[in-house]
Structures are given as structure tokens and as C-alpha cells.
């Protein structure tokens, strides 16, 4: 495969964008994308959305962004994998350049959320899971989530409290991110008091239901003197699947998906956990938090919580997560968050994160985008050096 | 690029599937393709569908098809452009493996439109065109096909009833194909006595809402002796775009994308039209195939209906169109569509096509797949001999 290179990036704050519709809202990522990089057209155009059709009877969502990018007869193509379908349409980007059939590729993720009642957007939300036999019986996606956070507070004993660590991390970084869609710090009182959404999910453990879009241009090794940013590489971006049903798995505490997509990203890439040196995690549940970290290898099992609140994944600790806010409190817009991600980590390895949030010298960043409960999980290691 | 071949191929009939789901429908497909080059996994997977989410409330659908496949693990997407979709996951398949990231790669194409209401079908199908401009004015997808057609028989100074060769041809060939929807042959007669849609579409002019579902396994130059088949060579699959709304295009009788698809892959294969010895064209109506033929330079402006019923599009013919029934005769389940014409393609490749519908000696086909109004085009030309 060719060396493939990030060169561009943009991104809409995230938000309850009333004034901006779907295609409103990718157009401005997808200009800032390729303002930044002084180009005006790129070879693929891939789309990562999850709802557009169900929430605003709009599929056929690539062709219909490109058409307002304007970049009409441009190949696009949408890329669908739930939640995880913003890394979903940066992994077909990355292909489309590695395999010569594209110099330049552009990945958007879009979501717009609130353009229905809530009521709508948690029935679509529970799309993602499996609709003959999760759905079917009247659970929701946070009960989902519910479930397990339950099932690892009684397996590994923790206080519903100890949660608060993630989502205190989660908003001391969002403060200094000027997309985030909440830029005020939460302590463990204002924690133990959230109301409940699903026992024992409470509202501070979810991430919110929000609009954004964030896009990221790519090219091959063989064209990066036409583009003024620095580089950053793409050591790897590899996609596991799991079940989709909780039932159906051995432990439901163990997402095998991501143990075997960042084992995947490390044989791709030649690094190790030790090489790390920050995590964009998928804290769509506090409890996916501690899930993700434990199935990647970054804490033994049933320590997550714990490393947690020893300050482990601080901005300034020895893994820092969720650097520019998480899904918890940059935002939540599903099919644009694996690229809010992956824009994230592009502005650290650039050294261009706001300074608190800044990881010093960072030279190796890690993202993950899950779709549903982990059944599909897709890890990414980018580096500011060609490995 | 790496050299890729299709290795093995698999179908369902196209019916209403009263006794099956998306999952079935789709499984059904893949495990007949798998079986046919004898193997049991592969390394990605795309789906292509349109309306799981609109109509069975399912995304995430390529992760829950490869779990009830057998496949829990395997890297798996979605890939969407409305009734594009199918070949837009091919495309996906072929770059996978084109780019070295995976040496076998399956794509299957699955709809299920029968599982609610024919009011919610139409509804979810016009979600192809554009939501804000023009299904919010109350068009559906079948008027939109209507105003191109009367715009044709104006300009060409055609009679609606010259458009029943098409027809014609469609259901002569598919009485030869088991899996086709309708195997019964129709004349003029019927034709223009056949009930109206949205005038001037009848309903011989549409093709049926249907389930079914098909696949593929294609696999790179070095893998294949590990296959029992025949490989028929990708020698292109290309991907263009136009607007999605009509009234955007400068004129909406030409197809660009069309085009545009077929000069790349003419490009791409260093194949040109007189190479082409079958073409399995989108005749979603039939309008479609003639502006598909005239787009595609298989006919100059305004010439296709004339040249169907001087039958040039015969099995017998110069160019045989839709040789398994198309759109029209075999059913058209949109996401799946895409992958029915190659899997087709593929067949008449091998020669093992029924015999009736056999075209002598085919060693290049062409496929193309359209999403929305001609706004998403994709074709590909597949090859028995490595060129």
C-alpha cells in the first residue's frame, strides 16, 4: 500500500445548529478542508452519516454534498457503519488513495440530530443495534449501555461516583476547544446529582445529542509538495467487528472488536501501547470509556475506572483521552464524530491544539470510532513522522 | 493498482420475500458465493443497501449481515448512493483489494422494500432525490422519471408506444432466468394498455419494488489459485456525478455522469464502445435506458427508442441489453441492483448464462448502475481475459 498523508482538515463547531441543514453543515467542514490545503477539487468524496434518511428523508447523501460543495461529477459514495461511520468513510478514503485510483481524497462526516423530536432521533439512534431482537423489545440504545455499565459496577465493584472521573476529564479539555459544544467544567457533586436517563446512566454520563461536521483530505505520498501543511501519517486505520446483539457475545464486558482492530492497527503500523502518547476515545457512555480502554490494551480488566481517577488519562497523564472534550462534551454528532476525532489528533501531532490541551511533543496519537454497543470498532494510528 | 477478478458470485431470486428479512435475504447470497470458490472468510465486507434504516429501522447493516453470515470479526461497511448502492460497494470491494489492504473482499448487495407499506416505500425511494428541493414540493421518484420521459417524447418527437421495445426486451430475455420477477413475455399491446403511474410512466415502464439480495468475491492476481472459477477481470469500475436535482442540470435528457463514467472506464481499460458485446443497463424505467444508452454514446441523442425497435438491443442484436430481464423483467431491489448486473456480467462471462440468453462468445461486458435521476453513475467493465 502507498504511504497515504492527512493535509487538510475542517470542522463546524457542534451544536443544536437550528440555522443549517445537513448539507449546510458538511459544505462548511468540507470548504475549510480544502481551503486549507489550496485545492478546490479532490478525486473521491466519501460521506460518513449515519440518520439522514431516517431523520430528514435524505439518502443519496454523498452526490447531494459534493453537488454543494461544488464539486459535481466528483465519485462519491456513503459510508454507513452507525456511529463508527465517520472513521468508516476516512478508512474508504485512505483505501481509495493507497490503491492509485486517487490522488487526493476527502472524507466528511455529517450528522444534524436535532432536525426532528427526540423521541425520533433515540428511536433512529437504536438503529444501530439489532432491530429484530435488541430493539424489537422496546429497549433503547442508552439502556444498552445501561445494561453493561451495571453489569461492571457489580462485576468489578465500583461506586456509580467513581464514574465522574471521565466526565470531569472529558470537560476540563472541552473548555479549550472552541468547537466543543459544552465549555464549562463538571465536578463529581454536580455528577452524583445529574438525573438519571436509564439506571445507571445518568445524563453526565451521556454524550449529547447534537449537530456537526468534520472533514479530512488525504493524498499520496507522491503528491505532498502540492499541499502547504505539514504532513501527518496514516500508520494504520483497521476495522473489527463484533456481534451486534449484546447477547450474543461470550462478555458482553469485553469488546473483542476492539482488541482485534488495535492489534490489527499495531501489526499494520509496527507500534506498541507504549508508543501512545494519546487516545481519542469513543466516550459516547462513561461506561464505553472504561470498556475501550480495557478491550485496546491500555488497563487490565476492571481497572479503567480506577486508572481513571489516579489521573492516568489526564491532559496531563500518562495516556491523555478525549483531548479536545470526547464525544461527552465536544459533542456527539454520530456520523461526524470518527472525523472530529481524527481532526483532533491531526491538530495535536500538527502542535497545533490550543496550549492547556496540548500533548507536548506529541508524535503518535491513537483514535477509535465504535459503531453500536463495540460491534464495529475502527482504530486509527496516526504520527507526525513517516514510520 | 493490483489486478483484481471476481472468483465467485451468488443470488437470490428477486420476489416479494414474505418469509424473509434483510438478514436472510443477504446471508442466502453470500454463503452461495462463498461456497462457489470454497472458502469461508474473508478479509472485508461491504453491503450495499439503501432503505434498511427508512424501512426495517436497521443501520449498521453490514456488521449484523456479516455476524448472521458467520463472520463475527471480519471489517465491514456499508456503502450507500441510492439505488447505486450495490455497485458502489463493489467499488469499495475491487479498491480494497486493488490497494493490497485485503486479498479478498466480498460485496453484497441487499433490499428489502416489502416489509412495510408501498406508501412508505415510495417515500423512502424518493429519498434518491433531493429532500429540500424536490420531494418537499411532493414529487416522487416515479414523477421525476415522468417529466424526463414527456421532455424525450417532446424534444425526439416520439409516440409513448415506441417505448415498449424496451419492454419487450427486458421480458424476453428474463422468461430464460430463474431468478428473475417476471417471466412472461409482453407486447405492445399490453404495453399501451397498461395502467398509468404518473403519466406518461405506466406501469410496464417501471420496474417492480422487490427483495432480493446478490454478491461477489473478487480477489487480487496473486490469490488465484487458490480458486476453483474462472476469474472475469475488473478492468474498470468507475464512479461519476451530476446534480441530484433535475432542475440544477443544464440539460436534464443528458446524462453527464453517464458520460463521464464511461469515458473513465474506457480510460481505465483502454477499451472503447466497439469492445463492448453486452451492457446491463439501470432500467429503473424506461425512459432510463435510453437516456443510459445515449449518455453512454451507445446512441447518439435522441436515437436510442428508435434503435430498440429496430432491435439493436436484442439478445440478438448489436448491443443485447438487460440479457437476465434488467431492472424491468428481473426485478429491481435497489441496493442489490448493482450487484445483480455484475453477478449477471459475470455469467454471460463464463458462458454459463441459460442458453437463450447466452450472447456467443462474450469475452466484454459492461455494467451500469445509477443512482437517483442519473445523479450518482457507475460502470464497469468486466473482461474474461486479463487485458
Request: aromatic share 4%; charged share 25%; glycine share 14%.
Given at each position: 500500500m502507498r504511504p497515504v498523508a492527512i493535509v487538510g482538515i475542517g470542522q463546524t463547531p457542534v451544536r443544536e445548529h437550528w440555522d443549517a441543514g445537513l448539507r449546510e453543515l458538511a459544505v462548511q467542514a468540507v470548504w475549510q478542508a480544502l481551503d486549507e490545503c489550496q485545492?478546490?477539487?479532490?478525486?473521491v468524496f466519501y460521506v460518513g452519516n449515519m440518520l439522514s434518511g431516517t431523520l430528514t428523508g435524505q439518502e443519496h447523501l454523498a452526490t447531494l454534498i459534493a453537488e454543494y460543495a461544488g464539486l459535481t461529477g466528483v465519485e462519491a459514495i456513503k459510508a454507513e457503519a452507525a456511529c463508527g461511520s465517520g472513521a468508516a468513510a476516512f478508512r474508504q478514503a485512505v483505501l481509495a488513495v493507497a490503491s492509485g485510483a486517487a490522488e487526493v481524497a476527502l472524507a466528511v462526516g455529517v450528522e444534524k440530530?436535532?432536525?426532528?423530536?427526540t423521541h425520533k432521533t433515540t428511536d433512529g439512534l437504536a438503529s444501530a443495534a439489532d432491530a429484530d431482537y435488541e430493539t424489537a423489545m422496546g429497549i433503547s440504545f442508552v439502556a444498552l449501555n445501561a445494561l453493561l455499565m451495571r453489569r461492571y459496577m457489580y462485576e468489578y465493584r465500583y461506586h456509580k461516583s467513581d464514574f465522574s472521573a471521565f466526565i470531569e476529564i472529558a470537560h476540563r479539555n472541552a473548555v479549550h476547544n472552541p468547537n466543543a459544544m459544552f465549555r464549562h467544567l463538571v465536578n463529581r457533586d454536580q455528577y452524583e446529582r445529574a438525573k438519571m436517563v436509564a439506571d445507571p446512566v445518568n445524563l453526565l454520563d451521556s454524550s449529547p445529542i447534537a449537530d456537526g461536521a468534520s472533514a479530512v483530505v488525504v493524498t499520496s505520498i507522491d503528491q505532498l509538495k502540492r499541499f502547504p501543511n505539514r504532513p501527518i501519517w496514516v500508520a494504520a486505520c483497521e476495522v473489527s467487528t463484533d456481534t451486534i446483539a449484546l447477547d450474543n457475545r461470550e462478555n458482553p464486558l469485553w469488546l473483542k472488536a476492539a482488541e482485534r482492530s488495535v492489534h490489527k492497527a499495531f501489526k499494520t503500523s509496527?507500534?506498541?501501547?507504549?508508543?501512545?502518547?494519546l487516545f481519542e476515545l469513543h466516550d459516547a457512555f462513561s461506561i464505553m470509556s472504561a470498556l475501550s480502554l480495557e478491550g485496546s490494551g491500555f488497563a487490565e480488566r476492571g481497572t479503567a475506572v480506577r486508572l481513571a481517577n489516579e489521573g492516568h488519562f489526564a491532559i496531563d497523564g500518562r495516556l491523555p483521552i478525549?483531548?479536545?472534550?470526547?464525544?461527552?462534551?465536544?459533542?456527539?454528532?454520530v456520523g461526524a464524530t470518527g472525523l472530529y476525532q481524527i481532526v483532533e489528533a491531526t491538530l495535536q501531532l500538527r502542535g497545533q491544539a490550543p496550549e492547556a490541551i496540548q500533548v507536548p511533543d506529541a508524535r503518535i496519537a491513537m483514535t477509535q470510532n465504535i459503531g453500536g454497543s463495540g460491534a464495529t470498532i475502527i482504530t486509527t494510528i496516526l504520527t507526525r513522522e513517516r514510520l
Open positions: 485545492i478546490d477539487t479532490v478525486d440530530l436535532t432536525e426532528t423530536s509496527g507500534l506498541t501501547h507504549r508508543d501512545i502518547q478525549s483531548t479536545f472534550g470526547g464525544l461527552k462534551a465536544r459533542g456527539h454528532p
